[in-house]
């Protein structure tokens, strides 16, 4: 059992930057891929980024390629989003995920999930 806990979420202008956290329990961290998703007002949950187990690898969705940057921390059990030049259609509500198999975008692959923490981007 694996229990995320996001945090750094908050309202930001058009082209500012954000830093979220997910901090895990358990002391199996390091066996899990981890991925962020996002669910706008309306829509539904779609995947940002995902990082593997060894933090080796990464994977983004388009729309962010270039602006997030997904890493990890084993030792600490954490894994961060950074999140520069921020855009309206950036404004979600963002959970953080752990999948005990391959890195993936696909959000049924993913096992555990946080309660999420909402970024808000004002133009």
């Known amino acids: 059992q694996v229990q995320l806990v996001e945090s750094g979420g908050g309202l930001v202008q058009a082209g500012g930057s954000l830093r979220l956290s997910c901090t895990a329990s358990?002391?199996?961290?390091?066996?899990?891929?981890m991925g962020w998703f996002r669910q706008a007002p309306g829509k539904e949950r779609e995947f940002v980024a995902a990082i593997s187990r060894s933090g080796g690898s990464t994977y983004y969705a388009d729309s962010v390629k270039g602006r997030f940057t997904i890493s990890k921390n084993n030792a600490k059990n954490e894994v961060y989003l950074q999140m520069n030049s921020l855009k309206p259609e950036d404004t979600a509500v963002y959970y953080c995920a752990a999948s005990s198999r391959f890195i993936t975008s696909m959000r049924d692959d993913y096992d555990y999930w946080g309660q999420g923490t909402q970024v808000t981007v004002s133009s």
């Open positions: 358990g002391r199996t961290f390091s066996s899990y891929v």
